[in-house]
């Protein structure tokens, strides 16, 4: 079985500062691990995944990744916040294949402040 | 860019009453999920549908619900008699093996009255 915890319902920051949005899996096989956003009213897009080999993933919108597989962790990071990254963000996992379910976690909102 | 499309955005129906929630995958792809989100909860997995049939359901996915892949390029599920608890956020995801990644399509919310 897979799941997904993500430390903090709600994570404030102020514009330009550091964003760091925690998640931690479980799984019994090696997982597949993938960040979506979802902003208001609107479906999840993809982030960044890591599927195999470099542990450090770079995504859209200058957010990155690092799987640590000796923490079973795949925090979410991004140097700068900006106003228009405000929004909710999903960590999940899956089977090592690229068709097996999603396991999503409880989600973090991301409020960012001038 | 190919994205899913889902149809209608917003459905509001009494309870008891059956409802179609609509999606077009991707064109090349040939894996296809429903996810839910009920408001203020997480995304929660119903069911994978892969060769016309079945992949692998939840214990959510029961009697009440049915998949179908009707024709080339529409993916419905059925909500048989709807209950208050189906009130729900929709979301329809597809894949293909060679990308890894499920894209999503924009969802569509279902009100029970």
């Known amino acids: 079985a897979q799941s997904v915890t993500q430390l903090g319902s709600h994570v404030s920051v102020s514009e330009g500062a550091l964003v760091l949005l925690r998640c931690n899996y479980s799984?019994?096989?090696?997982?597949?691990l993938f960040w979506y956003v979802q902003y208001p009213n609107q479906g999840l897009q993809l982030l960044l995944k890591?599927?195999?080999?470099?542990?450090l993933v770079k995504g859209i919108n200058g957010f990155e990744a690092e799987f640590k597989k000796s923490e079973t962790s795949f925090h979410l990071t991004k140097p700068s916040a900006h106003m228009s990254d405000a929004a909710e963000y999903f960590c999940a996992v899956s089977g090592n294949t690229g068709f097996q379910k999603l396991v999503f976690g409880t989600g973090t909102r991301l409020l960012v402040s001038p | 860019e190919p994205e899913v499309t889902q149809t209608p955005s917003h459905q509001v129906t009494q309870m008891g009453q059956e409802v179609i929630l609509r999606c077009v995958p991707i064109s090349n792809h040939l894996y296809f999920y429903w996810y839910r989100q009920i408001l203020g909860q997480k995304v929660e997995f119903l069911v994978s549908f892969y060769n016309n049939e079945i992949s692998e359901k939840s214990e959510i996915f029961d009697d009440q619900f049915s998949v179908e892949r009707p024709d080339g390029s529409n993916f419905t599920l059925k909500i048989r008699s709807t209950k208050l608890e189906d009130s729900a956020m929709y979301f329809c995801a597809s894949t293909t093996p060679a990308t890894d990644t499920q894209y999503f399509g924009p969802g569509t919310r279902l009100t029970v009255l």
């Open positions: 890591y599927t195999t080999g470099a542990t």
């Open positions: 799984s019994s096989v090696p997982p597949y």
